[in-house]
């Protein structure tokens, strides 16, 4: 079993910055893939960015250029750098991790921007 526990949410305004983590714990094996998707009222579930274990990042062509994802594999953490902030970003967040096709998820984190 793994747990995500998502962390760094909250208020900020357009144009702002937002970093948030993501702490995975459990039986993590040596592969696996770790993402933020990220959730609007009425819409569907969408990737925002992921990361292989070696470190190559893919993006949603909405967030190229405004966001960052990175990770520490020795802490089995994900990170999101936010900047350039919309209000067209405002969502729940959520942490993904997947390993032998399994997904799991975190509890999500909201994020709104707004002035």
């Known amino acids: 079993q793994v747990q995500l526990v998502e962390s760094g949410g909250g208020l900020v305004q357009p144009g702002g910055s937002l970093r948030l983590s993501c702490a995975a714990s459990g039986t993590i094996f040596s592969r696996n893939i770790m993402g933020w998707y990220r959730q609007a009222p009425g819409k569907e579930r969408e990737l925002v960015a992921d990361?292989?274990?070696?470190?190559?990042?893919n993006l949603a062509d909405s967030v190229k250029g405004r966001f960052t994802i990175s990770r520490d594999n020795a802490l089995n953490t994900v990170y999101l750098q936010m900047n350039s902030l919309k209000p067209e970003d405002t969502a729940v967040y959520y942490c993904?991790?997947?390993?032998?096709?399994?997904?799991?998820w975190g509890q999500g984190t909201q994020v709104t921007v707004s002035s």
């Open positions: 993904n991790l997947q390993q032998w096709r399994i997904d799991y």
């Open positions: 990361i292989t274990l070696g470190g190559s990042p």
